[in-house]
């Protein structure tokens, strides 16, 4: 479960920061990084990094993509929680 106050920094709703924990990206997480969901998505699921979605990340989409190879799926949302977090 996902504290509200956690969720409140992050700036998405706590049923949107559960979803995201348990690997789905509803809209207000991709609203939240100003991106579609479906990338962000994409991004959880294989590793892939369309170009404004690595824009986001702060990398070329090679090196987003090498990253999110190397972290694995829970390292990938704890990737996008890590974004919502700073923000």
């Known amino acids: 479960m996902v ?3 956690v969720a409140a920094i992050m700036h998405v709703s706590v049923t949107d920061a559960e979803c995201l924990v348990n690997g789905h990206v509803c809209g207000g ?3 939240a990084l100003g991106v579609q969901a479906v990338h962000v998505q994409a991004f959880l699921d294989t590793g ?3 170009p404004i ?3 986001r990340v702060g990398m ?3 090196a987003a993509e090498d990253l999110g190879m190397r972290l694995g799926k829970k390292g990938r949302i704890g990737l996008i929680l890590g974004m919502l977090l700073e923000r």
Do not use: I
Request: proline share 7%; no cysteine; glycine share 6%.
């Open 53 to 55: 979605f690595a824009e």
């Open 3 to 5: 504290d509200a106050g």
């Open 29 to 31: 997480v991709a609203e």
């Open 60 to 62: 070329t989409p090679a």
């Open 48 to 50: 892939s990094a369309l």
